[in-house]
Nanobody, 121 residues
Framework: QVHLVESGGGSVPAGGSLRLSCAAS????????MGWFRQASGKEREGVAA???????TYADSVKGRFTISRDNAKNTLYLQMNSLKPDDTAMYYC???????????????WGQGTQVTVSS
């Protein structure tokens, strides 16, 4: 059982930045594919960014150039640096992990509880 705990959410004005963290109870985080997803009120969960076990990254078009996914293997932690935030980025953000590569598809086996991000205009 993989345990994932997100943190770093909050309320920021448009144009601001936040860094989300996801602490993983995985012995070897680099062996997993991991992703960040978000779900706004009344909308379906959507993939935001993903990082594969080989370090390759994938981003949704809506966040390219603004968000950066990364991981610290020594700390077993996944990050999402979010810059130039927009009100449309407001959502609950979740991290996910799996040994299978799902990229931005919400098929990951393991999920965290989420952290809320609110961007005001």
């Amino acid at each position: 059982q993989v345990h994932l705990v997100e943190s770093g959410g909050g309320s920021v004005p448009a144009g601001g930045s936040l860094r989300l963290s996801c602490a993983a109870s995985i012995y070897s985080i680099y062996a997993y594919s991991m992703g960040w997803f978000r779900q706004a009120s009344g909308k379906e969960r959507e993939g935001v960014a993903a990082i594969d076990s080989d370090g390759s990254t994938t981003y949704a078009d809506s966040v390219k150039g603004r968000f950066t996914i990364s991981r610290d293997n020594a700390k077993n932690t996944l990050y999402l640096q979010m810059n130039s935030l927009k009100p449309d980025d407001t959502a609950m953000y979740y991290c996910a992990a799996d040994r299978i590569t799902w990229y931005l598809l919400p098929q990951y086996k393991n999920w965290g509880q989420g952290t809320q991000v609110t961007v005001s205009s």
